[in-house]
Structure formats: structure tokens, C-alpha cells
């Protein structure tokens, strides 16, 4: 089973930008399809973005789409989020997953996640 730890968190203001990274580790990364959810206080987990295993296909939330990227580096086992014109509704912590299955915007469909990073954005 694939280890995960973010990094990247932090205090932005709205309009900035952060870039979250999630590395992975075992010899099976290069086969995980992966992705990143989010979780805000008092709210449900809620799907990010997510990437097959190869890199060639991803799919975004309709509320980050055109914002947010989501990308991989199978060499390094590293998987990133870059996330540009932050909103205050972005504010969450943001985890990221994995899975040796098709894409998935379920976190069921995820048996392998990380502790999270903090995402703060002021308005």
C-alpha cells in the first residue's frame, strides 16, 4: 500500500496561490490513479481533482475547475495541486489520495490517504 504526506499548506490571501505536493512512496506509485479532496470544518470530504496513472487525464470539481491543476511526476512519486485565484470558499484542509482502480470522485473509491495540509485564504 502507497505511503502519502502533503506539504504545501498555508496563509494566502484571495487571488493568491499555493501549490500543494503529495509524495508517495512504494515501487507501485507509477500505477495509482490519484487525487486530491478537500474538507472544510462542519462539511463533508469533497472531491478536488483527480489523475489517472499515467497523467494523461484528469477531471476538476465544477467549483475549481479553470483554477485549480492537478499534475504528476511518477519519477519523483509526486503528485501536485497548484491552485491559483483563491477564494475564501477554498479555506479547508486538503488531502490527497490513492487508488488502484479508474478515476473516482467517491472518496470510498480511495483506500490510501494522507494527514492533510491546511489551506487558508482571507478575504
Known amino acids: 500500500q502507497v505511503q502519502l504526506v502533503e506539504s504545501g499548506g498555508g496563509l494566502v490571501q484571495a487571488g493568491g496561490s499555493l501549490r500543494l505536493s503529495c509524495a508517495g512512496s512504494g515501487r507501485t506509485f507509477s500505477m495509482y490513479t490519484m487525487a486530491w479532496f478537500r474538507q472544510a470544518p462542519g462539511k463533508e470530504r469533497e472531491f478536488v481533482a483527480t489523475?489517472?496513472?499515467?497523467?494523461?487525464?484528469?477531471t476538476y470539481a465544477d467549483s475549481v475547475k479553470g483554477r485549480f491543476t492537478v499534475s504528476r511526476d511518477n519519477a519523483k512519486k509526486f503528485v501536485y495541486l497548484q491552485m491559483n485565484s483563491l477564494k475564501p470558499d477554498d479555506t479547508a484542509v486538503y488531502y490527497c489520495?490513492?487508488?488502484?482502480?479508474?478515476?473516482?470522485?467517491?472518496?470510498?473509491?480511495?483506500?490510501?490517504w494522507g494527514q492533510g495540509t491546511q489551506v487558508t485564504v482571507s478575504s
Open positions: 489523475i489517472s496513472w499515467g497523467g494523461g487525464s484528469t
Open positions: 489520495a490513492a487508488a488502484l482502480r479508474p478515476m473516482s470522485d467517491r472518496p470510498d473509491g480511495f483506500g490510501s
